[in-house]
C-alpha cells in the first residue's frame, strides 16, 4: 500500500477512534505496574511518563531478509518486499500517531540492533533497565 493511501487510511474517523482506544489500553497496562509493550508508538504514548524506557530494535536489512526467508520460507526477493512493505507501514503509522519518524534514535534512550542475537538483545536491554 503507497504511504499516501496509508496515510489516508490511518486517518478515517473509525482508524482514529482505534487509536483513541488504543492509547487508553496502553495507558491502563502502563498504570498497572511494570510491563513490556513493543510498538503500537507505545514510546510517544507514554511520552510524558517518567518512569518508561525506550528502546528501539532494529537490524541490517540484509539480517533481517535472511530472518524472513528462514521464518516464513521466502525467497530472497520477496522478504526485501515483505520487509520494505512493513517498514512503511510502521513509518507511516508512528508518523501519524507522533509526527516523528519511526527510527529516529532521538526518540529513544536505548537502540539495539538484534543482529547480535535474542539472547544477546535481552540481556543488553535488560542491563540497561537495571542500571537505570
Not at 9 to 20: C, K, R
Request: glycine share 6%; hydrophobic share 35%.
Amino acid at each position: 500500500m503507497p504511504a499516501i493511501s496509508l496515510n489516508n487510511y490511518l486517518s478515517t474517523n473509525v482508524i482514529q477512534q482505534a487509536i483513541t482506544a488504543q492509547d487508553k489500553a496502553i495507558n491502563m497496562i502502563a498504570d498497572k505496574g511494570s510491563c513490556v509493550i513493543v510498538g503500537r508508538a507505545a514510546d510517544y504514548v507514554l511520552r510524558n511518563r517518567k518512569d518508561v524506557v525506550r528502546v528501539f530494535i532494529h537490524a541490517p536489512k540484509d539480517y533481517r531478509v535472511k530472518k524472513v526467508m528462514e521464518m516464513y520460507g521466502d525467497m530472497e526477493a520477496e522478504g526485501k518486499k515483505s520487509i520494505a512493505r512493513s517498514d512503511a507501514a510502521r513509518g507511516a503509522y508512528y508518523k501519524s500517531i507522533s509526527g516523528h519518524e519511526w527510527g529516529d534514535p532521538h526518540q529513544y534512550e536505548l537502540s539495539v540492533d538484534s543482529s547480535i542475537g535474542p539472547e544477546k538483545t535481552a540481556e543488553l536491554i535488560c542491563s540497561y533497565i537495571e542500571r537505570k
